[in-house]
């Protein structure tokens, strides 16, 4: 997974972090109540990545130019 900050004076801030890891992130911070629906989205994310690789997730464009993108 890929964690990529541009800031407007065109800074740019990319962090590789292993997928497993950001899962068991995400896992861990979900409540109890919660996981089994939360383990069903990190296999289709998995099955994702594995079906068409470099998959863009999220990206958030502020007013005032920065930009934050996380790719699988």
Partial sequence: MKITVVT???KKIVLHVPLW???RF???MTPQNGREEMRALIR???S???QWGHL???E???SDGDV???TL
Avoid: F, R, T
């Fill in 21 to 23: 890891l950001g899962l």
């Fill in 26 to 28: 995400a896992l861990h």
């Fill in 48 to 50: 994702a990545k594995k």
């Fill in 68 to 70: 934050v993108e996380i």
């Fill in 56 to 58: 863009k997730i999220v």
């Fill in 60 to 62: 958030v464009i502020s």
């Fill in 44 to 46: 289709g994310l998995k």
């Fill in 8 to 10: 407007d004076e065109s």
